[in-house]
């Protein structure tokens, strides 16, 4: 039980249980993993849903200006 003792167990190689990272630790870098791509994915979806709006929108303007040209040529 290496994740208990920090020890490695008999089955484990000479040198396993040498890392010597707290919970504490371990807990923050899974923290900001989790904040990393909860951020990450959050960004993608709003550039997504931006780049949506902005081409529904230039659209929409378009064809405004494309019916005010025939407004004007006829």
Known sequence: MFWKT???TPTEPPG???GNWSIARR????HIIAVL???????A???AKRI???E????????AERASVVAMMG
């Open 37 to 43: 791509v909860s951020y990450v994915l959050f960004g």
């Open 52 to 54: 949506a709006q902005l």
């Open 16 to 18: 396993a249980g040498t």
């Open 6 to 8: 920090g020890k490695p």
């Open 56 to 63: 529904k929108e230039s659209f929409v303007d378009l064809e």
């Open 45 to 47: 979806l709003f550039y």
């Open 27 to 30: 807990l923050a870098l899974l």
